[in-house]
């Protein structure tokens, strides 16, 4: 040893660094009687050191503590020399007690007897309270998990969540009735079994991109019952997030929504076969209008006249009307037929453009590049252009300028309608291309069904194209759909 180290050793004071230490020490002879007890032990305690030397440890311990005491203690003492975290209570000398664990050392004579324990003690009252706060509060977590269980099972809609990745982990019990499952039927192939056959590919695609961008997700299926029969159910799910803003669950319901579907279904039967019936008288009234309209000039009284051409204007819109419920109800049963022929954009554009201009305080202006073409039935492309040029006179009509433009992208062709009108709220958005949907029905004093869009997004996906809208609220709305070249 050097002379510095020597110089360094005189200066540490080993047994108060023993007696004052943070943790409790003593030594036990091989019967258990305690030989040696550090200060902190002792305050902890509250005994004197002539209280306890000679004293057996296991007086400090409850009846149960010496039990395990004797079973655990010394046989791991005498088999491998050491005791690792043993958790024991000792009694104080005031009667309480406290929590604390135990690590323990054997010295060995040099005929490997035991020849003393050296034992460290480590106060644990803060762990101890620490996991009585965990415990209460996984209690209260359990209660309330109970009780959006017995919420969730007393609704009469299938009730369901998922982890963040997707995995279905809560069924509620209707969701087992519905499906004659047991709680622990979550697996994505179980799940999807149920669905039907026409409706998975889409609704898979709609919850990957969920959980990919945690968007809500909402959409239709036909899920089979119990009877295997197939029903409506409307299927949504949100992403709970949490206060850190970390995602953390999804909550999702279906909803059986057979009878308002077959409510739509006789409804649709109804258009149908009404717009049916209504088309031919409505087709000969409005050809002996015209005739009227033809004539009027020439024979009849300035008021006969002036009514002919109201009547001229309304069976317009009469016969507008039916076609809308005759297109949607064809479109839906996918009975259109599409003729499709090589067509030039810019003169197809310049064709309707012609047609609506029927106000002259309107503008449409027009750009684009003239020689584009694409193959498409023409008159349904004209459709689709007098619609989104129809409606922005109609539904921004504040807005005089009307712009129609169109340009290739790769291998698409866009048309884009532009009005600097009202716009539409975003949450409408999603919507509008729906069937019978329109944003605004309180007093409206519009003509139309909410037909138009659904048509025009019909006919636009038949060719394989895409339709859309970007619509700020107080600037307007940019209406748009592509066409393969
Ligand atoms: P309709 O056949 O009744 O006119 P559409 O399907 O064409 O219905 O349109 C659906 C809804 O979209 C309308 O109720 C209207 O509120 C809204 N809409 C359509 N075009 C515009 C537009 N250019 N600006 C603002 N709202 C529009």
């Not at 409850?62 to 005491?69: D, L």
């Not at 002036?306 to 009547?311: D, H, Q, Y």
Request: charge should be negative; aromatic fraction near 8%; proline fraction near 3%.
């Amino acid at each position: 040893m050097s002379v510095k180290t020597r110089f360094i050793n005189t200066l540490i004071d080993t047994d108060e660094l023993y007696q004052t230490a943070p943790c409790g020490y003593f030594s036990l002879s091989p019967d258990g009687t305690l030989i040696k007890i550090n200060q902190t032990l002792l305050a902890w305690l509250g005994y004197t050191e002539e209280e306890m030397i000679g004293e057996k440890f296991t007086m400090l311990l409850s009846r149960g503590g010496q039990v395990h005491f004797e079973l655990f203690f010394w046989p791991l003492v005498n088999v491998t020399k050491t005791v690792k975290e043993l958790s024991y209570e000792i009694v104080r000398k005031d009667g309480s007690s406290l929590p604390v664990l135990l690590n323990a050392t054997a010295k060995m004579t040099p005929g490997n007897k035991i020849a003393v324990v050296n034992a460290a003690v480590t106060d644990i009252t803060e762990r101890k309270s620490y996991e009585l706060e965990l415990l209460k509060a996984k209690k209260i977590a359990d209660s309330e998990r109970k009780r959006l269980e017995f919420m969730a099972d007393l609704t009469p809609e299938m009730i369901w969540t998922a982890t963040a990745s997707g995995s279905v982990n809560y069924v509620n019990a209707r969701f087992c009735t519905y499906f004659h499952c047991e709680r622990t039927d979550t697996r994505a192939a179980f799940i999807l079994s149920k669905v039907h056959p026409g409706d998975v590919r889409e609704l898979l695609g709609q919850w990957q991109h969920s959980l990919v961008t945690g968007n809500i997700l909402q959409k239709d299926v036909r899920l089979m019952n119990r009877s295997g029969y197939y029903e409506w159910h409307a299927v949504k799910a949100a992403l709970f997030v949490d206060e850190k803003g970390g995602g953390t669950n999804w909550f999702g319901s279906c909803s059986n929504i057979e009878e308002h579907m077959d409510q739509l279904r006789k409804k649709d039967e109804f258009i149908s076969i009404a717009s049916h019936e209504l088309k031919t008288p409505v087709t000969s009234l409005k050809a002996i209008l015209q005739v009227l309209d033809r004539i009027k000039d020439e024979n009849a009284s300035p008021a006969l006249a002036g009514l002919i051409t109201k009547a001229n204007r309304s069976i317009l819109k009469v016969h507008t009307l039916i076609d809308d419920l005759l297109n949607a109800s064809q479109m839906k049963d996918g009975e259109l037929e599409f003729n499709k022929t090589r067509i030039n954009l810019s003169e197809l554009i310049g064709d309707c453009v012609h047609h609506v201009r029927i106000d002259k305080r309107y503008e449409i202006v027009t750009s684009g590049d003239t020689s584009l073409t694409v193959l498409a039935d023409e008159g349904r492309i004209e459709q689709v252009l007098t619609n989104l040029i129809t409606n922005a006179i109609k539904y921004a009509p504040e807005s005089l300028v009307i712009a129609v433009h169109f340009e290739q992208h790769s291998e698409n062709v866009r048309v884009e309608v532009r009005d600097q009108g009202p716009g539409i709220p975003a949450d409408r958005i999603p919507h509008l291309f729906e069937r019978y949907y329109q944003v605004n029905t309180s007093g409206s004093t519009y003509s139309g069904l909410g037909l138009g869009l659904f048509i025009c997004s019909e006919i636009i996906k038949r060719h394989g194209g895409r339709i859309g809208v970007e619509s700020t609220e107080g600037t307007g709305s940019t209406f748009w759909f592509t066409l393969p070249v």
